[in-house]
């Protein structure tokens, strides 16, 4: 499949980027197939001594060489190499070699050369920054040694540091790519449990979910409060943060739809929109609060004052409606709603992963992601009007007697 080609051009890290069962197993066997075969099953290919570094020795033995997606299923009868278990060593008819490494032994790569390697699940390696710089130092035969990476992606320095280097390319593949070769059950399952999540963009869509340095909120604790069900809640607010201008290079208008049952917050929808003019967003907003029925609709006037609550009005005039004042920068009134996730007090449905991603961004040194969190600022309005900013009911004094 096209995922499973390596790119054109001058390269020296290739990082095959995939989530589960997506054919990157296949792709990396075939990578190195590509590498030490010739014209002829005796021809030289282009890589005569290889790595292959895994987990662990038996890992990269049963999938990586014996597995059935590995160079040995993949291989045709007269270019099948053998392996020679001693030696922990695959050798081709035509003389090429490749030498199984762990991750757990990074020194067991101190020595040995090769012209090219394949590396599989960089992101879950124990020692992994360690056998990786043991690898680069091995890597100096040829004219240009080359590095496949095949894995699933996960926040960790070294695949991020593999990620940023000028000689890197990257593929992404999901899980739906290889479809035709999966269960059927098995899709259905994970797509129907993880599906618009920060966790299956990471497992099934293959991407990287980065969590920024000293990010208020986490991966974790966002899926901890993770629901399929809402309860019957009782009130519902669509927030708003309007953006400065309305054409197509402006930033994102958040439009958040988020409920309360009990002392329980559930962030139900995003349908945030970028590049419309006040009177399309104005629109969304007000029929969020019909198709949701909401209690009430709130918006950000610091930027637009009172014309927010006009555009607003002309579209729907008669919507319960709530301007809201910024006196606090951003970070400062997301702390306290951050506090909630951590209470457990905060859930989240299925498919609001864009707004996950900016949450994630969100530090106590301000936002690091691209342009603006406008859809973590609609939800931190919504938050503040259902839990933050509501008195405490008073409640009568009994006088004992």
């Known amino acids: 499949m096209p995922h499973q080609l390596p790119p054109e051009g ?22 190195v197939r590509s590498m030490v075969e010739g014209a002829k099953p005796l021809d030289p290919g282009r890589a005569r001594r290889l790595a292959i570094v895994g987990e662990t020795v038996d890992q990269t033995r049963e999938v990586m060489i014996f597995g059935e997606s590995g160079i040995l299923a993949c291989s045709p009868p007269d270019r099948r190499p053998e392996w020679h278990a001693g030696r922990k060593m695959l050798i081709w008819p035509n003389g090429a070699t490749a030498q199984v490494f762990s991750a757990h032994s990074p020194e067991a790569l101190r ?9 599989d699940e960089l992101a879950k390696w124990p020692k992994a920054q360690d056998t990786w710089d043991m690898l680069q130092f091995g890597l100096r035969l040829g004219e240009a040694p080359r590095v496949c990476v095949t894995t699933t992606p996960r926040n960790v320095p070294v695949l991020k540091g593999v990620l940023k280097q000028s000689s890197t390319v990257v593929t992404h593949a999901a899980t739906e790519a290889n479809r035709a070769n999966l269960a059927a059950s098995f899709l259905k399952e994970v797509q129907e449990r993880y599906a618009g999540t920060r966790l299956g963009r990471q497992e099934l869509d293959g991407v990287l979910m980065e969590e920024a340095e000293g990010a208020l909120w986490s991966l974790g604790m966002i899926e901890s409060g993770r629901v399929d069900d809402v309860p019957p809640l009782d009130r519902v607010v669509v927030a708003v943060d309007p953006p400065v201008t309305g054409h197509a290079g402006s930033d994102e208008c958040g439009i958040v739809v988020a409920g309360i049952a009990g002392v329980d917050a559930y962030v139900l929808a995003d349908l945030s929109v970028q590049g419309v003019g006040p009177t399309e967003w ?62 457990g007090r905060v859930h989240h449905v299925r498919g609001l992963g864009v707004l996950e991603d900016q949450l994630c961004a969100m530090t106590r040194a301000g936002y690091v992601g691209g342009g603006s969190p406008d859809r973590a600022d609609a939800l931190v309005w919504a938050l503040h009007e259902l839990i933050l900013n509501q008195r405490p009911v008073a409640r009568p004094r009994l006088r004992t007697l």
Do not use: C, S
């Open 10 to 31: 001058d390269w020296r890290n290739w990082v095959i980027m995939g989530g589960r069962g997506a054919g990157k197993t296949r792709a990396g066997a075939e990578w």
């Open 111 to 119: 020595g040995p050369q090769f012209d090219a390697a394949w590396v």
């Open 282 to 343: 104005a629109r969304v907003a007000a029929g969020a609060v019909q198709d949701w029925g909401a209690d009430r609709l709130v918006a950000e006037v610091n930027q637009g004052g009172d014309l927010v609550e006009a555009v607003i009005r002309q579209v729907a005039p008669d919507v319960p409606f709530r301007k809201l004042h910024a006196t606090r920068g951003k970070t400062v009134r997301a702390e306290p709603v951050a506090a909630l996730y951590e209470q």
